[in-house]
Each structure stands twice: as structure tokens, then as C-alpha cells.
């Protein structure tokens, strides 16, 4: 099989760098940022979240080859602040975004527990819980 293998998908071996930026010398204010050991569910988020962003004027990100868990994220901004800037403006964004979600996730489980718990309580109440038909 040409798959490798699962652990070297995440797991970064030693030395080896999260990310690397290059400043691109051809576009103004852009660059392309290569983050190892991750794929398109960070990058897609990332650069949805990219392109919210007033001063960023592009965002884009490919996987160069789909056995390598790697994405190469490439960002022009309008020049009001730096592509890294933009990068770690959307990275707090997002982490605030996420902070919502697994409130409202745990919320909604501690809700469903609960409700579960009063409905084994009334099993042996007539009419109540599941069996109650």
C-alpha cells in the first residue's frame, strides 16, 4: 500500500517545522505559508475566515499531493497589515468561533443527560418516559 503510515499524518518528526513563511517577492504584501501535518479541514476554515477579513485581498490554500499531510495556505493583503498579521487575526477568530461551538455542544449534552436522567425517574410513573405509551 502507498499509504503511509496514520501516525506520520500528525505527528511531526524531530525538527521538523509546524510552518514555514515565504515572503513572496513578485506580489506585494503576500505569502505562502506551508503548514506541515494538516489538510483541508484547517486549511478550508482558515481561509474562509481569511477572506472575511476587509484587508485581505486573496486566500487560497491546495494540497500539493494528497499522500503528504501538508497545505500550502498563499495570502495578499491590501497592505494596511502584513499576511502573517491576517493569518493570526483569522486564527483568533476562529479559535473564538470554536470556543462558541464546544459551549454550546456541552450545554446541549448536559441538557440531553438530564433529560434522560428524568425520564429513567418516570419509568415507573404511568405515562412517563419512552415506555409510557
Do not use: W
Not at 18 to 33: G, S, W
Not at 37 to 62: C, I, P, S, W
Not at 102 to 125: C, I, P, Y
Amino acid at each position: 500500500m502507498n499509504a503511509p503510515p496514520r501516525y506520520e499524518l500528525f505527528a511531526l518528526a524531530d525538527g521538523e517545522p509546524k510552518l514555514t513563511v515565504d515572503e513572496d517577492t513578485k506580489i506585494p504584501n503576500a505569502a505562502t505559508i506551508t503548514v506541515n501535518k494538516e489538510d483541508h479541514t484547517l486549511a478550508n476554515m482558515l481561509r474562509a475566515q481569511l477572506l472575511l477579513l476587509d484587508y485581505v485581498t486573496f486566500a487560497g490554500y491546495r494540497i500539493p499531493h494528497p499522500l503528504e499531510p501538508r497545505v500550502v495556505i498563499k495570502i495578499q493583503t491590501d497592505g494596511s497589515c502584513t499576511p502573517i498579521q491576517a493569518v493570526q487575526a483569522a486564527c483568533d477568530e476562529l479559535i473564538r468561533a470554536l470556543v462558541v461551538v464546544k459551549n454550546q455542544f456541552s450545554n446541549e449534552v448536559n441538557r440531553a443527560t438530564l433529560m434522560r436522567e428524568a425520564d429513567q425517574g418516570m419509568d415507573g410513573v404511568e405515562g412517563g418516559g419512552y415506555n409510557g405509551f
